[in-house]
Every structure is written in C-alpha cells, then in structure tokens.
Nanobody
C-alpha cells in the first residue's frame, strides 16, 4: 500500500511562510489525487486543499484561498503545500492524503481518501 510522510512543519511567526512536503512510497504516485487536511484537538479533520493526479485541477478551502498553494511533482512522488501569510488560526497538525478516481466533490471530503500520513505540526505565533 501507499505510505505518505509529511515534512516541513515548525514554528513560525504570523505573516511568515512555510512549505510542507509529502513524500509517497509503496505504490506508484501517478494516478492519485492528493489532498492536505488539518486537525486540532477536539475538532474534526478539516479540508485545506487538493490537487488532481495530473495537476490540472486544484481545490482550496475558503480559509486558505489566496494564501496557500498546492503543487505536485509526480516524478519525485511528492506533493507540496506552500503556505504564505500564515495566521495563528492556521496552527494545526497538517496531514497529507491520497485517493484514486476522486470527483470534484470527493476531493473535499476526508472519507474518500484511502491513504494518510502521520502529520506534521505547524504552529503560528502571534
């Protein structure tokens, strides 16, 4: 099965930037739609952004649109999340996910992703 490992999280001041990476192994990366979700204690997993397997379609939550950018490099089996203008409310564990044959609405819903990483902590200080 697919294994996903996130990296790039850390502590940053409000207004700063971070770039997260998600490296996939175990199966071919090609063909998988990829998403980023975030989670804080006591809250449901929240959709952040997603990208189709070809990179031709991207999706963003309203809270991050214009500040975050998702991209992928299938040759490197890696998806990226560039986060700019970070806010304290962006603080969360960020998780990478992979799924096959996702429709536009399914990209936005966690249950449709078959594989998940362990997450990387992002903390934004004010």
């Amino acid at each position: 099965q697919v294994q996903l490992v996130e990296s790039g999280g850390g502590l940053v001041q409000a207004g700063g930037s971070l770039r997260l990476s998600c490296a996939a192994s175990g199966r071919t990366f090609s063909g998988f739609g990829m998403g980023w979700f975030r989670q804080v204690p006591g809250k449901e997993r929240e959709f952040v952004t997603a990208i189709s397997w070809s990179g031709g379609s991207t999706y963003y939550a309203d809270a991050v649109r214009g500040r975050f950018t998702i991209s992928r490099d299938n040759a490197k089996n890696t998806v990226y999340l560039q986060m700019n203008s970070l806010k304290p409310e962006d603080t969360a564990v960020y998780l990478c996910a992979a799924g096959l044959l996702l429709t536009p609405t399914q990209f936005l819903r966690a249950p449709f992703y078959a594989y998940w990483g362990q997450g990387t902590q992002v903390t934004v200080s004010s």
